[in-house]
């Protein structure tokens, strides 16, 4: 535990001081310490990270009205175009679809061509083209009787041509058949749109209609876009949790998440509702382009831990509130993904993951047993889920033992709801230790808190039990922010000073990360146009990525781990006014790799403070040190699209390091040092 303490010795210039005893071995500090979690919110996926441009392609939006959702237009996003006598008319059909899971696609009858007839779609907010830059087109068509040849154009918004195909009438076919093309831009465009045009009298039947950048990640058809992985990936998180989040849950069962829905060829994938669509005046639907694959494929891209979530049989407790009849559907769907992730081609699932492209197994390790349940007596059926839970651990431990299983204490990080999780879960740990099993690995915890919460509760894992086999129910940091207003869904500003109060929190769960085994911040993305919540990691729009300062935050955390922690005492040089908290925050480690020690510092003050800094039992130091820095002149900056690094980490050299010195914190700023022992 941090210690606070005036000391006997006195430097009139310093304010406070850091004590580091070097030779003296903290707690290890776990692998997985710092992550990210993906959920599909704020546009966070279509729109986002899965690089599709075109918006509504499969002509499947409008089938939730009634069931979930506000909206019944299934052509939205699409628009006609008519010139001079042009006739046509357009319907959407269900008898013959591409697939059972696609049911939907959209057939159009040209009755005379006019000037002009045809469909543009107008992607999400636009189509962002670049000059020179490919695009890989496809869709899929059926000819019923159409007579002519069809173009597909990228245009402005005004129709000035980018470029063209065209897919003569001889090669139609009467059975659905995906046609496909490289379409390169004439000119750059944040705002153009893609055109459909017919020439003559007919009618046909299109679907899965698809404009990707050629520039993808990885350059993978059906990609991810690249800037929004390079940045997520820059942060060097050590596991990925996907694919959410209350999306896991549904708002129903009916529309909860279900993997096996998001793996397979595209066109084969369902479509379901968002239920982040009603904190928004739109459509919000989940295409299910970015799945299971792709997200145990991103993971490992990024050198990250997959961490699924899979649904308890269980809708969200905030809205639905509905508990499955039978659950063992839901368990077989987790071992189900198990043997997908790992299993070989002499497995069901094992030849699914294979055939979807990927030989070797994607190393499951961790998977989270539904989402934020928790335990309500007084409703009916809302008291089941650690029965639940314990059913999936039984049966899961039985036929893969080395999996890691994350229970959940619910939604807040105090209450009766989190007491009661917290009661159940220290008992049946103790009862399975008894037995020399594991009953959790980790229990996942969530905190959206004010700046004060962040604050005073650094030491929060202090005295956080340690279980005897040094396994059983570490804490999984699993969703955090620090949020500096109330409000249902916008919940403040990702501003220098909240970021701050998470880099002071994050020195107590370094700290004490022989019990806090994983962390990340959440949500992760957010499209400025389409924003649900906030704050946010990582903010884009169509053509610009920018991370905010809570990403510098995790930055610098995820980029300066060190393998174990030093013991670290912060004292004050002077009287304390009664109740005032300390304004430095600090932790220290030691990388045996490099054999740096990392000291990790933060000032929440509006005025700089000189700290001095004592190396204990420290053999050696090199006066250079690097240094690591985030900061700005006030504490209510952030970052913008107008204004991207604004405030960024900064790096320097210290020239003064030694045995004992003197820094000086700059006013609201988190510093790390790495000084160098060899």
Same mark, same amino acid.
């Given at each position: 535990?941090?210690?606070?303490?005036?000391?006997?010795?006195?430097?009139?210039?310093? +304010?406070?001081?850091?004590?580091?005893?070097?030779?003296?071995?903290?707690?290890?500090?776990?692998?997985?310490?710092?992550?990210?979690?993906?959920?599909?919110?704020?546009?966070? &996926?279509?729109?986002?990270?899965?690089?599709?441009?075109?918006?509504?392609?499969?002509?499947?939006?409008?089938?939730?009205?009634?069931?979930?959702?506000?909206?019944?237009?299934?052509?939205?996003?699409?628009?006609?175009?008519?010139?001079?006598?042009?006739?046509?008319?357009? &319907?959407?059909?269900?008898?013959?679809?591409?697939?059972?899971?696609?049911?939907?696609?959209?057939?159009?009858?040209?009755?005379?061509?006019?000037?002009?007839?045809?469909?543009?779609?107008?992607?999400?907010?636009?189509?962002?083209?670049?000059?020179?830059?490919?695009?890989?087109?496809?869709?899929?068509?059926?000819?019923?009787?159409?007579?002519?040849?069809?173009?597909?154009?990228?245009?402005?918004?005004?129709?000035?041509?980018?470029?063209?195909?065209?897919?003569?009438?001889?090669?139609?076919?009467?059975?659905?058949?995906?046609?496909?093309?490289?379409?390169?831009?004439?000119?750059?465009?944040?705002?153009?749109?893609?055109?459909?045009?017919?020439?003559?009298?007919?009618?046909?039947?299109?679907?899965?209609?698809?404009?990707?950048?050629?520039?993808?990640?990885?350059?993978?058809?059906?990609?991810?876009?690249?800037?929004?992985?390079?940045?997520?990936?820059?942060?060097?998180?050590?596991?990925?949790?996907?694919?959410?989040?209350?999306?896991?849950?549904?708002?129903?069962?009916?529309?909860?998440?279900?993997?096996?829905?998001?793996?397979?060829?595209?066109?084969?994938?369902?479509?379901?509702?968002?239920?982040?669509?009603?904190?928004?005046?739109?459509?919000?639907?989940?295409?299910?382009?970015?799945?299971?694959?792709?997200?145990?494929?991103?993971?490992?891209?990024?050198?990250?831990?997959?961490?699924?979530?899979?649904?308890?049989?269980?809708?969200?407790?905030?809205?639905?509130?509905?508990?499955?009849?039978?659950?063992?559907?839901?368990?077989?769907?987790?071992?189900?993904?198990?043997?997908? &992730?790992?299993?070989?081609?002499?497995?069901?699932?094992?030849?699914?993951?294979?055939?979807?492209?990927?030989?070797?197994?994607?190393?499951?390790?961790?998977?989270?047993?539904?989402?934020?349940?928790?335990?309500?007596?007084?409703?009916?059926?809302?008291?089941?889920?650690?029965?639940?839970?314990?059913?999936?651990?039984?049966?899961?431990?039985?036929?893969?033992?080395?999996?890691?299983?994350?229970?959940?204490?619910?939604?807040?990080?105090?209450?009766?709801?989190?007491?009661?999780?917290?009661?159940?879960?220290?008992?049946?740990?103790?009862?399975?230790?008894?037995?020399?099993?594991?009953?959790?690995?980790?229990?996942?915890?969530?905190?959206?808190?004010?700046?004060?919460?962040?604050?005073?509760?650094?030491?929060?894992?202090?005295?956080?039990?340690?279980?005897?086999?040094?396994?059983?129910?570490?804490?999984?940091?699993?969703?955090?922010?620090?949020?500096?207003?109330?409000?249902?869904?916008?919940?403040?500003? +990702?501003?220098?000073?909240?970021?701050?109060?998470?880099?002071?929190?994050?020195?107590?769960?370094?700290?004490?990360?022989?019990?806090?085994?994983?962390?990340?911040?959440?949500?992760?993305?957010?499209?400025?146009?389409?924003?649900?919540?906030?704050?946010?990691?990582?903010?884009?729009?169509?053509?610009?990525?920018?991370?905010?300062?809570?990403?510098?935050?995790?930055?610098?955390?995820?980029?300066?781990?060190?393998?174990?922690?030093?013991?670290?005492?912060?004292?004050?040089?002077?009287?304390?006014?009664?109740?005032?908290?300390?304004?430095?925050?600090?932790?220290?480690?030691?990388?045996?790799?490099?054999?740096?020690?990392?000291?990790?510092?933060?000032?929440?003050?509006?005025?700089?403070?000189?700290?001095?800094?004592?190396?204990? +039992?420290?053999?050696?130091?090199?006066?250079?040190?690097?240094?690591?820095?985030?900061?700005?002149?006030?504490?209510?900056?952030?970052?913008?699209?107008?204004?991207?690094?604004?405030?960024?980490?900064?790096?320097?050299?210290?020239?003064?390091?030694?045995?004992?010195?003197?820094?000086?914190?700059?006013?609201?700023?988190?510093?790390?040092?790495?000084?160098?022992? +060899?």
């Amino acid at each position: 535990m941090i210690k606070t303490h005036k000391l006997d010795f006195l430097h009139p210039q310093e +304010n406070y001081s850091i004590k580091i005893d070097a030779g003296s071995k903290g707690v290890d500090i776990s692998p997985t310490f710092i992550g990210v979690f993906f959920e599909d919110i704020n546009y966070g &996926a279509d729109g986002g990270l899965y690089a599709e441009l075109i918006q509504n392609r499969s002509f499947e939006f409008g089938v939730f009205k009634d069931r979930f959702s506000k909206f019944d237009d299934y052509f939205y996003a699409w628009e006609k175009f008519i010139k001079g006598n042009g006739k046509f008319k357009i &319907a959407r059909e269900n008898e013959e679809p591409i697939h059972q899971n696609n049911p939907h696609y959209l057939e159009v009858t040209i009755e005379e061509t006019g000037e002009g007839v045809g469909i543009s779609n107008t992607g999400f907010g636009g189509i962002a083209l670049n000059e020179s830059q490919s695009y890989n087109l496809s869709v899929f068509l059926k000819n019923n009787d159409y007579k002519g040849n069809i173009h597909v154009l990228l245009e402005s918004k005004t129709g000035e041509l980018y470029a063209e195909h065209t897919i003569s009438n001889h090669e139609l076919s009467h059975t659905w058949h995906k046609y496909e093309a490289v379409l390169i831009s004439k000119r750059s465009d944040a705002n153009a749109k893609l055109s459909i045009r017919f020439d003559n009298e007919g009618t046909l039947s299109l679907d899965m209609v698809s404009l990707f950048p050629g520039n993808t990640w990885a350059n993978r058809k059906n990609g991810l876009r690249e800037d929004l992985v390079q940045i997520l990936k820059d942060l060097q998180p050590k596991f990925m949790r996907f694919p959410g989040g209350c999306i896991v849950e549904g708002k129903y069962l009916a529309n909860a998440y279900n993997w096996k829905d998001t793996i397979g060829p595209v066109e084969h994938r369902k479509t379901n509702w968002n239920r982040w669509e009603e904190w928004q005046d739109a459509p919000y639907n989940q295409t299910y382009g970015l799945g299971f694959y792709e997200y145990f494929q991103l993971s490992e891209d990024i050198g990250a831990a997959p961490l699924p979530i899979i649904n308890c049989g269980m809708s969200c407790q905030f809205q639905g509130k509905e508990v499955a009849d039978n659950i063992e559907p839901f368990v077989q769907d987790a071992l189900d993904l198990i043997e997908y &992730a790992n299993g070989d081609e002499t497995t069901e699932w094992g030849a699914k993951r294979i055939a979807d492209g990927h030989t070797e197994p994607f190393n499951l390790v961790y998977l989270g047993i539904g989402n934020e349940q928790w335990i309500d007596y007084d409703t009916p059926n809302q008291d089941k889920y650690f029965e639940t839970y314990e059913v999936f651990r039984n049966r899961i431990k039985e036929k893969y033992p080395d999996i890691q299983l994350i229970t959940t204490s619910g939604p807040f990080p105090n209450g009766k709801e989190f007491d009661i999780a917290w009661d159940i879960i220290t008992e049946k740990t103790k009862e399975y230790i008894g037995q020399g099993k594991v009953y959790a690995e980790l229990v996942d915890e969530h905190y959206y808190m004010s700046p004060d919460w962040f604050l005073d509760n650094d030491s929060r894992y202090d005295n956080y039990p340690r279980y005897e086999d040094g396994i059983s129910s570490k804490v999984f940091a699993g969703e955090y922010a620090c949020h500096t207003n109330g409000g249902p869904s916008k919940q403040g500003e +990702n501003n220098l000073y909240s970021a701050l109060c998470e880099a002071a929190f994050m020195t107590g769960l370094e700290r004490n990360s022989d019990v806090v085994g994983m962390t990340a911040y959440a949500p992760l993305f957010a499209k400025t146009t389409n924003i649900q919540w906030q704050p946010d990691l990582i903010w884009f729009d169509n053509t610009r990525v920018y991370g905010s300062v809570s990403y510098y935050v995790q930055k610098m955390f995820g980029n300066n781990m060190g393998t174990y922690t030093l013991k670290t005492d912060i004292a004050s040089l002077s009287a304390l006014p009664q109740h005032k908290r300390l304004p430095i925050y600090s932790i220290a480690s030691k990388d045996e790799k490099t054999g740096d020690i990392i000291i990790k510092m933060v000032n929440i003050d509006e005025k700089s403070h000189a700290v001095n800094i004592q190396l204990q +039992n420290a053999e050696y130091i090199n006066s250079k040190a690097c240094v690591t820095s985030l900061t700005s002149e006030n504490k209510m900056d952030k970052n913008t699209l107008e204004e991207p690094r604004k405030v960024i980490e900064q790096v320097s050299v210290f020239e003064d390091a030694a045995p004992e010195f003197s820094y000086e914190m700059p006013a609201q700023s988190f510093v790390i040092l790495r000084l160098k022992t +060899n």
